[in-house]
């Protein structure tokens, strides 16, 4: 048998390891607590009030009613509900949705979908620092306008969107309508559930989508967070779960596994609101401003992608000129350090970033960058070696790069 080689994990964006307490948690729902929480028996009830546990755990982060948190396969099953479901509860009211140019596929796709379907949607632009403009969604909102979708933190370059200024706006262009909350404001708030306050009212939203695996917690569970009085029609059929809104057994595993990764992101922000710093996030914001500095430094025609201080704290996107991304994953690979290009489900295919042309680089500076997102489990001494092989890795490539 080959051994494998021990890697260093550097894309924390695609995806989290299972927190060692969260996989405590969940253990017992994978074992003997295996029976459906729609069961009567008391085995069922079990499982039943560990759902209710999860939920309660996840509206308080949200500070919302349990009753509005819905749980669903993930984030990209959120995403779709969203727009297929609002679009289609609300087409009597209009045919228009704004999002940006720079959503994860599963919000763009679903928008594709939508276009084919008569529905017309406003792609805004961002800057070149990646970030969408509060007067840009202002100028594209119109009397046919059903649903807003901006992402909270995109998950290629890590730029933090103006979530709560263009709540704020959106809530006063509602007063000028008399349907109750149109048009709807929803956030993809997959990245930012680790980092930034995700307090529905303070962000002024209706509907936002988060996941189980960017959060240390198991893959396969999301969930939606539904405003009361939210017109929304279910995307699936089925069983009374979830109060309609989402047909097929519960997953508890998942649910439980997920109501523990909040749990465990609720426990910083609580010394936090004590006064204390968030001793977690400002470790990650320091190893990342390292790298990011020593980066730009000490690699000649180093860029970095994405505003250095609207960024999430561990997102590092940088472009190295004359050098192609793919080459320097599978370098990086080689010496047992795991990165990424773009986003994961970019990866493998050859059309560049369409995030990274969304802030105005060219294909070529596309193509050459590589995404570093760092997390929980990131040491100090692993951004050391990095720094080490990337270094080495850019200067080998430029010499035997022909740009
Ligand atoms: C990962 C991710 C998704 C998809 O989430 P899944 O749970 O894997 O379906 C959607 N949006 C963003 C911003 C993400 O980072």
């Known amino acids: 048998m ?47 009030n560990a759902v209710l546990k999860a939920r309660d755990t996840i509206a308080g982060f949200l500070n919302c009613k349990a009753n509005e948190v819905v749980f669903t396969s993930g984030a990209t099953e959120c ?31 679903s928008c594709k979908y939508l276009e084919k379907r008569g529905f017309k949607v406003t792609y805004l632009p961002v800057g070149s620092n990646g970030v969408v403009k509060v007067s840009d969604v202002e100028k594209a909102l119109t009397k046919k306008t059903i649903l807003v979708s901006i992402m909270y933190v995109n998950n290629e370059v890590g730029t933090i969107q103006p979530i709560a ?6 809530k006063s262009f509602r007063s000028l309508s008399s349907v109750p909350r149109f048009p709807i404001f929803h956030t993809d708030a997959a990245q930012a559930v680790n980092y930034l306050d995700c ?20 893959k396969g569970v999301g969930a939606l967070y539904i405003r009361k009085g939210t017109l929304i029609e279910p995307l699936m059929h089925g069983g009374r779960q979830e109060d309609g809104m989402r047909a097929g057994t519960l997953n508890t595993p998942g649910i ?4 523990s990764a909040i749990q465990e992101i609720k426990k910083t922000t609580l010394r ?26 000490t690699i000649p025609n180093s860029k970095l992608n994405g505003d250095k201080k609207l960024r999430v704290a561990n997102n590092v996107n940088v472009s190295f000129k004359g050098v192609e991304g793919e080459s320097l994953l599978m370098l990086l690979d080689g010496e047992g350090i795991a990165v990424s290009t ?3 489900c970019a990866s493998g295919s050859i059309k560049p970033s369409h995030v ?48």
């Open 2 to 48: 080959s051994k494998i080689k021990e890697q260093i994990y550097f894309d924390y964006a695609a995806t989290t390891p299972i927190d060692p307490r969260v996989k405590r948690v969940m253990e017992p729902y994978l074992d003997d607590k295996f029976a459906n929480a729609s069961s009567v028996h008391s085995m069922g009830q079990d499982s039943a």
């Open 79 to 109: 995403n779709n509900t969203v727009f297929k479901g609002v679009s289609e509860a609300m087409k009597e009211y209009g045919n228009h949705i704004i999002t940006t140019k720079i959503e994860h596929p599963c919000v763009l796709e």
């Open 165 to 170: 200024d263009i709540g704020k706006l959106i």
């Open 199 to 218: 307090d529905v009212d303070k962000l002024g939203v209706d509907l936002m989508s988060l996941s189980g695996h960017k959060i240390y917690g198991p």
């Open 256 to 259: 439980v596994g997920m109501g």
């Open 272 to 297: 936090q609101a004590q006064g204390g710093e968030n001793q977690e996030n400002k470790r990650i914001k320091f190893l990342r401003d390292e790298l990011i500095n020593k980066i730009l430094k």
């Open 342 to 344: 773009g986003s994961a």
């Open 356 to 403: 990274l042309m969304a802030l105005g680089r060219g294909p070529l500076e596309s193509h050459g960058s590589i995404r570093i997102t760092i997390g929980r489990f990131t040491k100090e001494s692993d951004i050391k070696k990095l720094l080490a092989v990337l270094l080495k890795a850019v200067k080998r490539l430029r010499e035997i790069s022909f740009f």
